[in-house]
């Protein structure tokens, strides 16, 4: 039974990952559609063609390798100085040139001269690379908030879970009381598991985050309003200083820093709660902050993953992931004790932050990615209005095809990046609890 569900983890994952590349790319090719520019190929995957139909003008198709998609659109790349198209020189740097510059004409068809990528408004362009990367975006916010606001996530509340007997350094990180320890305020306030706090020194608390920072500013007699049972009292308690987890300013814990503050001393309980739009909207905010976050960090990460694949480093839990890694997590979720709709949320989740992570990467200014041909439309754009505000004459359309050597150096980065997170997934994975 293990082994059936994770098969049928991973491959619902690939069903997702191949979903995923298929709306990216239809993101490109409906505005490049709109924008009169010709698409023979709208194509899922590399490698041989598995399937394929024409529809139109279009040939659509699904390939061997699940690993990325394109469209072809014709025009790409502008033509050269002295208006050919096809090689001119034996330089390696300028056969890469004119390789990717035949590559954008070699399907051009009578009638297509108006029908060009790179003849259109940089803005057009821009719009065109940018609508694959922003459907992923939709997809996931889709995902994100459609699990936050049905299913919810683990929250803590004001809920009692449990009362600890004494007051204990959290820096000692000990759970057992010694017989020089103090007796905790809340213990001796006769605050009980299952209480629920609902206000604090008689003004109503919202919740745990609200309530832990009252907590933490207070430090002396304080009123608990607690309900039990059904009905409200108040308990008075004596709140002591303690060195206690620092928090960071959006209330999150900093592990292994401590701060001193107001202590009280109750566990509070953990329950998954459905968030609000406005809680949604803030915590998607926070996710894709991490995920900037985490593509700033990938080159610092190299050393560490390297030692997790050819040494004897232990993989982090923040480590890199590839699509190996994440189909391996994926059959993982499928096999985990808890809820249907816990695995099926923890899923989605997984898929959402895939989803993510193809946006910012594809965001990134580097040819071959979109967020490369977006930088080239941009300074387009520049030239020519500059051009334009001196009265100079117009720079014409900026030849991307001129940074293929560079986007070749990227592809090799890139694929050495992804080989290595490969080996790692395999002999050394990312596992879950």
């Not at 099926?344 to 490369?372: C, E, I, K, R, T």
Request: net charge neutral; charged share 20%; aromatic share 8%.
């Amino acid at each position: 039974m293990t082994m059936l569900l994770t098969v049928l983890g991973i491959v619902l994952f690939a069903v997702g990952l191949l979903f995923s590349i298929a709306w990216h790319e239809l993101g490109h090719l409906s505005t490049a559609k709109l924008f009169g520019i010709r698409v023979p190929q709208y194509m899922v995957g590399f490698g041989p063609t598995l399937w394929s139909r024409r529809r139109g003008e279009t040939e659509y198709g699904i390939k061997a390798i699940p690993m990325g998609g394109y469209i072809r659109m014709i025009g790409m790349f502008p033509p050269g100085q002295d208006g050919r198209i096809e090689a001119r020189s034996t330089s390696p740097w300028r056969g890469m040139i004119e390789d990717a510059r035949t590559a954008a004409y070699e399907e051009l068809q009578p009638g297509d001269e108006k029908r060009l990528f790179y003849t259109r408004a940089p803005w057009k362009r821009v719009i065109v690379m940018f609508a694959g990367p922003f459907m992923n975006l939709v997809l996931a916010v889709a995902l994100f908030l459609g699990i936050a606001m049905t299913f919810g996530f683990a929250t803590q509340t004001t809920t009692v879970a449990g009362v600890p007997k004494c007051t204990i350094d959290q820096r000692e990180q000990r759970d057992t009381c010694a017989k020089t320890d103090p007796v905790s305020p809340a213990h001796a306030a006769g605050l009980r598991a299952g209480d629920r706090i609902v206000a604090f020194n008689g003004e109503k608390i919202s919740g745990w985050p609200e309530l832990s920072e009252r907590i933490r500013e207070t430090i002396g007699p304080a009123t608990l309003t607690i309900e039990r049972g059904g009905t409200e009292r108040d308990l008075r308690a004596t709140l002591v200083e303690n060195e206690v987890v620092k928090k960071d300013a959006d209330g999150e814990v900093v592990p292994g820093e401590y701060v001193p503050a107001g202590y009280l001393g109750f566990v509070a309980r953990t329950e998954i709660l459905p968030l609000s739009f406005t809680d949604s909207v803030d915590r998607m905010g926070g996710m894709i902050e991490n995920g900037v976050e985490s593509i700033i960090a990938l080159p610092a990460k190299v050393p560490d993953l390297w030692d997790a694949a050819f040494g004897d480093g232990e993989r982090k839990e923040d480590s890199p992931v590839g699509v190996v890694g994440a189909a391996r997590i994926s059959g993982e979720v499928m096999n985990l004790d808890m809820p249907t709709q816990n695995i099926v949320a923890s899923f989605l989740m997984l898929l959402a932050g895939f989803n993510l992570s193809l946006f910012l990467f594809n965001m990134l200014p580097l040819l071959p990615l979109d967020g490369g041909h977006i930088a080239g439309a941009l300074w387009e754009s520049v030239r020519r209005r500059t051009a334009r505000l001196l009265k100079r004459p117009d720079p014409g359309p900026f030849d991307v095809a001129k940074l293929m050597p560079v986007a070749y150096v990227v592809a090799g980065i890139f694929i050495c990046f992804t080989l290595l997170v490969l080996v790692a997934d395999i002999v050394n994975p990312v596992k879950i609890s």
